[in-house]
């Protein structure tokens, strides 16, 4: 089992209060705390040029939720690791966890997902069922 504590953290209330409680949970292990936003994958879009501006769009986007983490993480005393990567939020959470020693993943019960629809807890369930580590869900 892996060392590490990871959150994935999208910007939805949900998954802040994942991250309040990885906080938590890495202040008491002492470890760092691996905070990791997904940039899902623009499967269709009308022109290049709009994809584009999604695109980048999303990855600021991602990278202020980010930086607020690191400010509130440091005002705690809980050093991160930020991380974004790309693709559907499951495959690229499961790849990150296995890619980086992760014992303990948070997640928020629910997200945002815009291109895989918001269906309650579903991305929740498929990561519990996919992880190779423990998985916990915060409400």
Known sequence: ?????????DGSDSSWKAFRQSMELAT???VTLHVVSVQEEVLTSPSASEMIVAHETSKEKLQKIQKQAEELAKNEGVKVQNSVVKGNPVEAMVKYVKQN???????????HSSILG????????????HAPCTVMIVR
């Open 1 to 9: 089992m892996g060392t590490h504590i990871a959150v994935g953290l």
């Open 28 to 30: 008491a292990k002492k």
């Open 101 to 111: 020693d992760i014992g303990v993943l948070v997640m928020g019960f629910t997200g």
């Open 118 to 129: 918001a269906l309650l807890g579903t991305q929740a369930e498929k990561l519990v069922r």
